[in-house]
């Protein structure tokens, strides 16, 4: 539960948000806080949402849709949106009120303790401590505290962000977006797409701006933060004085009860930490099947491996005799992609997809900014089996029920859950979407869903609403296949159909990490090492 300090400093934050008066400083600490709190983030998505998606709901059975949310700019490379201005008086009188409104039931977020949100993904020499010894690859997990005796391992989160803990020391994961450091050093790298990563420790909590820096953690409760690259924000935890601190490159200090100090070594620890450690770095190999889009042959669209034709997962078009030909093809984010008009869709082939296997799904899409509700259903789609959990379609698709989230917003259902993204995507641009699903190992549980926005980690998976319960009786054609621009039934393809424009669309056979995601996004194709040349059974 959020304290009233919280409340207060949250409700200043959404006042100067909307006043368009957010400072650089004030910008980081929204976007950190909400990252890491799912209470800040439903009381911000509320307050900040509900005028908007309702007004936007209701002027879709009424009138034109009013021109009320835009996207962020893409220079920013930030995950919050922004809106127009409005008053903030009446800003502050709908987030008191959203506030202490009781949640719908079903609604909450229910986070799972042994959710993977990290993994180990190079090292050096490690010796672990007792209790604590992963491998490199192995998946690190919500509360998981990692004591390495020695030498050194990398550890890349979810969110993006990169961390090198030197040994002896003690890491404790506590999220994609947060980590604490118990003792010992660490070393930090943070992407544009994982600002407001943050790492806590007894004396300071430095929350990243895009930026390299070093945190030392003594035995005694002091901490030196040295910031190589960029800048962070560190707020020190006890002391005379509490005020935040921003950091920039080459400006250390240490953190300590009796308050903040100079670092006296600063020379010698820059010297000493900005040396490069080599690493025997661990490399997955994925399995990708690719549908550049470009060009329709008879209607199919062809598949490949970034690297060779793949015949047997060819995309075809179906229901085409209903759609102007001359408008499928148009231009794409690289080179052309496929317009949909709401009743076209398209269906490949893929084998296993409905199985318990991780699979990543990528594409870019382009959203107009004029789209019904009723175009909102799927994007892409498969249908999954589980034994406990039931036969159910996996839904990638954009939010169309305001009083679960922002409408427009990426949403994956997937039967018994359903995940929500936080950046709009009905704007007219073209939005990187990735999605990885991991089942659970034993079935009982619901799948892990990561989704990422333009390379940014967006939504938590959260229980459905109960009902809405699927047919076990499954067409043979409705599994192993990838369906596009529909929505998903047990005998194959609904009326409800995807409006708008698709490219360079991806299934990856595993769980693809952040920075293949950017990766793809940035050159795409994947990285070299990691395209597998099995063949499909």
Request: with cysteine; hydrophobic share 40%; proline share 5%.
């Amino acid at each position: 539960m959020l304290s009233d300090k919280e409340i207060l400093e949250l409700n200043e934050l959404c006042n100067a948000l909307v006043d368009v008066r957010l400072t650089e400083a004030q910008r980081a600490r929204l976007s950190e806080w909400l990252a890491r709190s799912e209470e800040a983030r439903q009381f911000y998505i509320r307050a900040m949402s509900l005028s908007a998606s309702l007004c936007h709901y209701a002027s879709e059975t009424h009138a034109d849709q009013p021109d009320i949310v835009s996207a962020p700019a893409r220079a920013e490379r930030s995950w919050l949106w922004w809106i127009a201005p409005v008053a903030a008086a009446a800003c502050l009188a709908i987030v008191v009120w959203l506030f202490n409104r009781e949640s719908p039931s079903g609604n909450v977020v229910e986070l799972r303790p042994d959710e993977v949100v990290a993994r180990l993904s190079a090292s050096r020499q490690c010796e672990w401590e007792v209790g604590a010894s992963p491998a490199p690859g192995d998946g690190l997990r919500r509360g998981q505290l990692l004591k390495l005796a020695k030498g050194f391992a990398e550890i890349t989160f979810d969110s993006g962000a990169q961390v090198v803990l030197e040994g002896p020391a003690a890491l404790e994961i506590s999220s994609a977006w947060d980590t604490t450091l118990r003792r010992g050093v660490l070393k930090a790298s943070v992407p544009p797409e994982a600002i407001g990563f943050s790492i806590n420790n007894e004396a300071v909590e430095v929350v990243d701006l895009g930026t390299e820096f070093t945190m030392i953690a003594y035995a005694g409760g002091a901490a030196d933060v040295l910031v190589h690259k960029g800048e962070v924000e560190a707020t020190p935890r006890s002391g005379p004085a509490l005020d935040s601190l921003l950091l920039r490159e080459n400006e250390a200090r240490r953190f300590e009860q009796s308050g903040v100090s100079e670092v006296s070594d600063r020379e010698q620890m820059f010297a000493r930490f900005n040396q490069p450690v080599a690493l025997d770095r661990f490399a997955s190999s994925f399995r990708y099947v690719h549908w550049s889009l470009n060009e329709a042959d008879a209607d199919v669209f062809r598949a490949d491996e970034f690297a060779g034709a793949q015949e047997k997962f060819d995309a075809r078009l179906e229901n085409a005799a209903a759609t102007d030909r001359a408008t499928i093809s148009v231009d794409g984010r690289i080179g052309k992609a496929l317009r949909f008009d709401g009743k076209l869709y398209a269906r490949a082939p893929f084998a296993g997809i409905s199985g318990s296997a991780a699979h990543t799904i990528t594409f870019w899409v382009k959203v107009p900014e004029d789209s019904q509700l009723s175009s909102a259903y799927a994007i892409v789609a498969w249908w999954a089996e589980n034994k406990q959990l039931g036969s159910r379609p996996v839904h990638i698709g954009w939010n169309r029920n305001p009083n679960e989230g922002m409408v427009g917003v990426l949403r994956t259902d997937y039967g018994r859950g359903y995940a929500l993204g936080a950046t709009p995507l009905r704007d007219g641009r073209w939005h990187h979407i990735a999605v990885v699903f991991v089942p659970s190992a034993d079935g009982a549980t619901l799948p892990e869903v990561k989704q990422y926005v333009d390379g940014r980690l967006e939504g938590e998976g959260r229980p459905s609403p109960p009902g809405g319960g699927f047919s076990v009786q499954v067409s043979d054609r409705v599994r192993d296949a990838v369906w596009i621009g529909c929505r998903l039934g047990d005998s194959g393809a609904r009326r409800e159909r995807f409006r708008g424009e698709l490219d360079e669309l991806c299934v990856v056979e595993g769980a693809l990490g952040p920075l293949e995601i950017v990766q793809l996004i940035k050159e795409n194709k994947p990285l070299a090492t990691e395209i597998a040349t099995r063949n499909q059974p």
